[in-house]
């Protein structure tokens, strides 16, 4: 093969390739040529769901403020003739007494025991977390019942305080007894003490006993008896030898006279 023909059509073969990357060139940096890159759609990513509206979060409960705290307080009457009259029922704190053994009683308490209502003792006890009165007089054998309640989450006390009316001014008591400790659905029960208001003589005298067995005067402010608070010492009556008594056996209260469970509801 001739030498010289081949390097001839070498360099003609070079050329063609120079010339060639030549025009490419051109066109590429011509901004008509370039196309500029349709979005395939066919290919987009599926748009996204646009997130489902969250439910919103069903409102919780909100923390009140307090929790509640009820009670169900019923009273029976043990007795065998002494009607009661209606309670006063008091929940409250550490610092609130109704009476003290020993010390002088409160007007509102000398008139619970004289005249048989609890208005006064339940409306001086302002700073009770709730104070009411049971209703009506409760005779022997039937039962009643009272709702307290409070939000206070503190200790908790029970007063209550009812008067025997064939009395002179004698009540059942019960004396900041503690019930905070009651889970719900817990009761506690007791037999209430009876004490004597000692802002009244135990004359038993008809013109002195405010119940069915007298007739007689309820509150009086005069005190004429030893002006404390005691336990009753109990009737003498008639039938133990005190001529001028109104009162007989069946008035007797030496077991008490009222019967307390509370509950607590909630
Ligand atoms: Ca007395
Ligand atoms: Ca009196």
Redesign the pocket.
Known sequence: MNLTRLSIRASALLIVAATLTACGGDSDSDPKDMVSPSPDTSMSPEPEMSPEPSMSPEPSPSPSAMPTYNYTVTLTNVTANQPIAPAALILHNDSYYAWDLGAPASVAL?NLA?SGSPAMLVEAAESAYDAKASEGVLMPGVSTSVELETNYSGDLYLTAAAMPVNTN?AFAGLNAMAIGHLDVGMQYSTLLRVYD?G??SNSETAATIPGPAGGGEG???????VDVVSIHTGVVTSADGLADSTLNESHRFQQGVLYLMVERTQ
């Open positions: 000398e004289e001014d208001a802002t009244e509150f009086n402010a005069e005190r004429d008896d």
